[in-house]
């Protein structure tokens, strides 16, 4: 992006920069959220939510030693907060309620490549939606730091500075996350 201080100063008045603000963070914003509400369609919204937010104050962005990158993700992780806050029921699934058995997927004896390549993308997912189910049984400060760190590969530094957290608090909330989470496997 170049000089990402005069990119942001073109983002605030041009919605054609902001466009390519909005175009290089979508994907990692909508991964934090996914992974910590594991639902599609709220992910989407409270990712169109965040850079609803992020047009809207982009104009009162100042560097105070804080990246815009670690700006966006502050704001995505207010509005989780808010989302945690203001939920009201837990979406079930049918697996969740045992109508369907995760057992009687039946694996077919002829399987061509792409199959295969389905196959191997569903016990991904699976995977995913068992780390989730174990991530979501976490309280929400140890899910955002976990997700931060692992799955966005964050510094200590930046989640420190997206939570708003002394870096040694953000350290014990990682180590107490992770026994909790080890624990619970």
Known sequence: MGNERDFIEKAKNNP???????DQYYARIFG??????????IACDITSETFLKVWMKIGGFRWKGISI???IFKIATN???QYFRKKKYTPRTLLDLAIIDRDTRA???FVNDSTNETISRLDQAEEFKNLHQKLTMLPSKYQKVIALRYFEEMSIAQISQILAKKEGTVKSLLSRGLEKLKNNF
């Open 16 to 22: 054609k920069v902001f466009g390519e603000l909005y």
């Open 32 to 41: 934090y959220i996914f992974r910590i509400t594991g639902d599609y369609a």
């Open 69 to 71: 990158s670690s700006w």
């Open 79 to 81: 509005e989780l907060n």
């Open 107 to 109: 694996k077919p004896a």
